[in-house]
């Protein structure tokens, strides 16, 4: 069995599920308010020029995330 890896690992292109979103409380409540909740389909769009942030589009909408927000999503790469 594959083991989920951290979002941020996810190279641009590449889609994937999302298992499990962990850390702060206020900040996992905003994740899955804008979509990342168990299940979703997300996509690497791209990453900045300097690494950080990186895009992902999520339920139809791109969200721009910082490394250490998305190293606390967990996800099957599709």
């Given at each position: 069995m594959i083991?989920?890896?951290c979002l941020d690992t996810l190279p641009p292109g590449k889609k994937?599920?999302?298992v499990s979103v962990h850390?702060?409380?206020a900040m996992t409540q905003r994740l899955?308010?804008?979509g990342f909740?168990?299940?979703a389909e997300v996509e690497c769009l791209f990453r900045s020029a300097m690494g950080d942030p990186t895009a992902?589009?999520?339920c139809g909408t791109v969200i721009a995330l910082r490394r250490?927000?998305?190293r606390k999503?967990?996800?099957f790469p599709c």
């Open positions: 083991a989920p890896v994937a599920v999302i850390g702060e409380a899955r308010e804008i909740t168990p299940t992902y589009r999520i250490e927000d998305s999503i967990l996800v």
